[in-house]
């Protein structure tokens, strides 16, 4: 996406990703209110991904399966099958602002990863944040000791939280081999299915309640939340290091607390407003532009 080259795409994109994603948690909370988690994961993703494949197919090229079919089942793994199928489960048993923060460890575990896989700077800075994004997970936590929020619920969410970062570095490592529209919706087509298939053998189709805000909730989350979303995502870590495209999700998890709170009256515990401004901290730090000294030192 040559378009995100410029400026003021890119803060436009940004904005967009915000806006989408955020409003996403609250939106995938109320469709789950009418149908089993991972059926629902599996027809979003599919929304997506038929989605993406008609813009693919007018404006992506021909994917090179016969050579870059691994890179195409590895996304599918990370982006789709792991990611969006813990992702649901963390949505259901926890109220959409604390999935958000959880999930929304990605960034830090993005500076990490993209330290080691691709060689991007890890400064005194970013070691700071990834210590002070521990410390704000382990506070959003704590109430699972004593029942208030799920512990499953907080290790589905930190288990999304990893595939995705190991999504994005893996894309990052391989975006000059694959089509980026292909990259979007070859994944969630095909993990789609697989998640849906799997939906059917663990849960019952005589769950889903059909209704018109479970359609809206399909709708809204497989084109905005999974298709545009992650098209704008894919460009934007492609145009610059993973590491520092990913700081700036750190906005989702706010805006989602703040959406969950409005419109689905999650209420706002001390331990979630403490857990966020760790975890936003520490995604600063991480990915924050280090100084002459501490390039030098780094």
Known sequence: MQILDDRRFVVLAFVLLVL?????????????????PVLFAGIRSIVGGLAMSAAALLW?????????????ASLTALNVVLFMGLQTFAIMLLPSGTAAV???????????????????????????????????IVAV?????????????????VGSALAWSLGTVYFKKVQDRVSMLWAVALPFLSGGI???????????????SPSG???????????????????????????????????YVFFVPLVSVAIGAIFLDERLSASLFIGAV?????????????????????
């Open 278 to 298: 760790l975890v936003v901290s520490g995604i600063y730090l991480v990915n924050r532009t280090p100084g002459k000294r501490e390039a030098r030192d780094g």
């Open 60 to 72: 992506g090229g021909r994917p090179d399966l016969r050579r870059e079919w691994g890179a195409y």
């Open 102 to 136: 959880l999930i929304y460890l990605q960034p830090i575990l993005t500076g990490l990863l993209a330290w080691f896989v691709l060689g991007e700077s890890l400064s005194t800075a970013k070691i700071a944040g990834l210590l002070l994004g521990f410390s704000g």
């Open 20 to 36: 989408f994603w955020a409003s996403t948690f609250s939106v995938v909370k109320v469709g789950l209110e009418h149908s089993p």
């Open 213 to 247: 805000s479970l359609i809206e909730s399909l709708l809204y989350s497989g084109l905005v939340g999974t298709g545009l979303a992650w098209l704008l995502w894919l460009g934007l870590v492609r145009a610059g290091e993973a590491s520092r495209v990913a700081a």
């Open 141 to 157: 936590s704590a109430g699972g000791f004593s029942g208030v929020v799920s512990p499953y619920g907080v290790a589905f969410a």
């Open 194 to 208: 697989v998640l849906s298939a799997l939906g059917l053998v663990i849960e019952s189709p005589a769950e889903i």
